[in-house]
């Protein structure tokens, strides 16, 4: 059961480069989220979805772009990555249920010089 | 504006003693709180959760207590094993279902031999 899966693991970009990170989930969860993590916070929300067709802004969204064409991807998107953007960033996806719980992917630790 | 807190970046305990994680918020309206376990190099994994409507919750050596009026609440681990150093992450949701985590900034654990 291969649960959320990242790709890549890790990444390099230089300033101004596009690219995308690559979220799966094999669990057929309708609800998938974008966090990402710095030194000394907390997880942040930058987008979610609660289902195909559907996504939103959560906290920190400037910089980041999303779509969900299907039930199993949720990718996200810098269009011209920025040093602020150097984080690691989490996927995660759940039931639409109350009570329940957000499984996370490995995670990618994206670097931007 | 930082919704939940935990405000030990850090704690240290001796192994098979009580470890005691707190963990505080500001929105009286989240219903819904988990507590993650978090590995270096790993994605969170989810440790235990309690809804708004209880004020304890068992599961194992892990045991979650939510004190409403007080918007706070804790996660005692007990025996504390070393297996059980990592970060650990409180989070809260507002709404039905995880897609919009709010987190804590973490807590290092260390359980010494």
């Known amino acids: 059961n291969a649960g959320v899966t990242q790709t890549p693991k890790f990444q390099v970009l230089k300033t101004g480069q596009s690219m995308t990170l690559q979220c799966a989930q094999d669990?057929?969860?309708?609800?998938m989220s974008w966090y990402r993590q710095d030194p000394g916070m907390g997880l942040r929300l930058i987008h979610y979805?609660?289902?195909?067709?559907?996504?939103d802004q959560g906290e920190v969204p400037n910089g980041y772009n999303v779509s969900r064409s299907t039930t199993e991807d949720f990718p996200l998107r810098l269009l011209s990555a920025a040093p602020s953007q150097t984080s690691v960033y989490f996927c995660?996806?759940?039931?639409?249920?109350?009570?329940?719980?957000?499984?996370f992917g490995q995670g990618t630790r994206l670097t931007v010089v | 504006d930082q919704q939940v807190k935990q405000n030990s970046p850090s704690l240290s305990v001796q192994e098979g003693r009580i470890s005691i994680l707190n963990c505080d918020y500001t929105?009286?309206?989240?219903?819904?709180f988990l507590w993650y376990k978090k590995y270096p190099a790993e994605g969170p994994t989810f440790l235990i959760s309690?809804?708004?409507?209880?004020d304890k919750n068992e599961d194992g050596r892990f045991t979650v207590f939510l004190n409403k009026s007080a918007k706070h609440l804790s996660l005692h681990i007990v025996p504390s094993q070393p297996g059980d150093s990592a970060v650990y992450f409180c989070?809260?949701?507002?709404?039905?279902?995880?897609?919009?985590?709010?987190f804590g900034q973490g807590t290092r654990l260390t359980i010494n031999p």
């Open positions: 995660a996806s759940s039931y639409p249920n109350s009570d329940t719980e957000a499984f």
């Open positions: 669990m057929n969860h309708e609800y």
């Open positions: 979805s609660v289902g195909a067709g559907i996504t």
């Open positions: 929105n009286s309206m989240f219903d819904y």
């Open positions: 309690i809804s708004s409507i209880k």
């Open positions: 989070a809260a949701s507002l709404i039905q279902g995880a897609q919009k985590l709010v």
